[in-house]
């Protein structure tokens, strides 16, 4: 057999030092007892770090992140407890002056709310609701006749505010929404209330130098309301084509004891037998004025409720505080509640009964009336129900969250004015025209706040309870709440 084909000699190739390869591959030079340093080849991959070196990475930085979440919780425990410091704070100290005095913030009030009406909030308001213009702006020219009655030195700005305010409701904006084919002209809404603000600033002039144009205008607007109740068959008349509510023939009327009050009296009569036709046509179920009435007839077409109850208590005290003093205890003994034990609120329906909540009156939770428990302030004002007044004043500046500035003041954050307009003038409530007699007997207790600085000192001390447990028990504590 030929023999096999000789193979091609090899040679073999030594096997580098360990210490080589490992310099070589990690790309660095290493000297070892084999040789010096070995450069790494350009472009050699750089391998990630081990995992022993990423733990130690990890455990350098969880100190740090730990120290940052601790100081995060220590703030937000602070923040909370300072919060539940300013609402005891704002629970406590006086939020109203009484009948005589000013009450705090009602200045810084006015500026937010002209601010907000230079800014187009009337045009906003009534996008929400039929009367949003109006209400707007009469009540920021009423607020500011009660700032004026009380500070002589406030009244020439007050003339201008108001006089500002009247402007505007006389304006065609103003009226477009109520129609002139109505008994008085536009209705006895428009009517009443432009003629009780127009009263009120005739009462900031000295009697010799009222101005004469608004003098005219008063005793003409007055005896259109007198001739329309003269002939009306109903002791409430319509404010729109087919709709009556006896809160709006309330205001007028006031109005009416206003005029006697600064001209020669003249509806002594009028006034009379609208006392005597209302008290014929209560609602029969609370003993109150109805909420709505049937145009024509003025019988009772809805139960009395708290949105316009709470109205009508303001002005009742103008026509006949007799009447008043009784529709106001009625009043207050079947729609003032303390739900959940929490301070003082207005039901929008009689305790006992439950309705559905509309434009006036807003949501309803618990039965309640945001709005009514407003207004109701300047109600208890009037009858000299002090306790009330200031309950609900307190409470108001806990739960209506109010942001203030050295210039301006603003309920929920500004964005409902027509709210605050409500509440400014609710502040300043006083009777123009009579004096209310002896308060009524309270029933707000003394000690009305204790649940709600109970639950403000809960709430503030909360946070800060884990860590004082910890400690409590030996540990280190490591902020407000554990992590």
């Keep these: 057999m030929p023999d096999p084909p000789p193979t091609a000699p090899t040679s073999e190739v030594p096997e580098p030092h360990p210490a080589v390869t490992s310099a070589a591959v990690a790309g660095t030079s290493s ?40 100081r995060a919780r220590r703030l937000a425990a602070a923040l909370i407890t300072l919060c539940a410091l300013i609402g005891a704070v704002r629970l406590i100290v006086p939020a109203t002056a009484g009948p005589d005095g000013e009450p705090p913030g009602v200045r810084r009030q006015l500026a937010f709310l002209r601010s907000a009406l230079d800014a187009g909030a009337a045009g906003q308001a009534q996008a929400l609701f039929p009367e949003g213009y109006f209400f707007l702006h009469v009540l920021y020219g009423l607020t500011w006749v009660e700032l004026g009655q009380r500070d002589a030195t406030a009244r020439p700005r007050a003339l201008r505010e108001s006089r500002w305010a009247l402007r505007q409701l006389d304006a065609p904006q103003g009226r477009e929404p109520f129609s002139p084919d109505l008994d ?14 127009r009263g009120g600033v005739l009462a900031l002039q000295p009697e010799d130098r009222r101005d004469p144009a608004e003098l005219r205008r008063f005793t003409e607007d007055s005896a259109a309301l007198g001739r329309a109740f003269g002939a009306s068959r109903s ?39 609208w006392l005597r036709e209302t008290r014929e046509r209560l609602d029969p179920r ?37 009447f008043a003093a009784g529709q106001y205890l009625r009043f207050r003994d079947r729609y003032v509640v303390t739900p959940l034990g929490l301070g003082p609120a207005v039901r929008e329906y ?23 428990t407003a207004v109701t302030l300047g109600a208890a004002q009037v009858r000299g129900d002090a306790p009330l007044a200031g309950a609900l004043a307190n409470y108001g500046e806990l739960a209506g969250v109010p942001a203030g500035t050295p210039w301006t003041k603003r309920y929920a954050f500004g964005l409902l004015p027509v709210g605050d307009a409500f509440l400014a003038w609710s502040k300043t409530a006083r009777p123009w025209v009579s004096r209310p007699g002896d308060p009524p007997p309270a029933t707000v207790p003394w000690w009305w706040r204790g649940p709600l600085l109970l639950a403000l000192a809960v709430i503030g001390t909360a946070p800060w309870a884990p860590a004082l447990w910890r400690r409590r028990r030996g540990g280190s ?3 407000p709440a554990p992590c």
Excluded: C, K
């Excluded at 008085?184 to 603000?197: D, E, I, M, S």
């Excluded at 009435?293 to 316009?308: I, L």
């Design 184 to 197: 008085p002209p536009h209705g006895v809404f428009y009517r009443g209330w432009t003629n009780w603000l």
């Design 477 to 479: 504590p490591a902020g």
């Design 350 to 372: 009689p305790s006992g009964m439950d309705g559905p909540g509309d434009v006036d009156s807003g949501p309803l939770p618990l039965g309640v009336s945001l709005s009514a």
């Design 286 to 322: 609370t003993g109150l004025i109805p909420h709505r009435s049937e145009p024509g007839t003025g019988e009772p077409a809805e139960v009395a409720r708290g949105t316009s109850q709470s109205m009508i208590q303001r002005f009742l005290v103008d026509i006949d505080p007799a």
């Design 31 to 70: 000297p070892t007892a084999a040789g010096p340093e070995v450069p790494a080849a350009a472009g050699a991959e750089v391998p990630s770090a081990s995992p022993a070196a990423a733990g130690a990475a990890v455990s350098g930085t969880a100190p740090a992140v730990r120290r940052l979440l601790r």
């Design 235 to 273: 002791p409430f008349l319509e404010a729109y084509p087919g709709q009556s509510w006896p809160v709006d023939s309330t205001v007028a009327v006031a109005s009416l004891r206003l005029h006697d009050t600064l001209r020669p009296p003249r509806y002594v009569g009028t006034v009379d037998r």
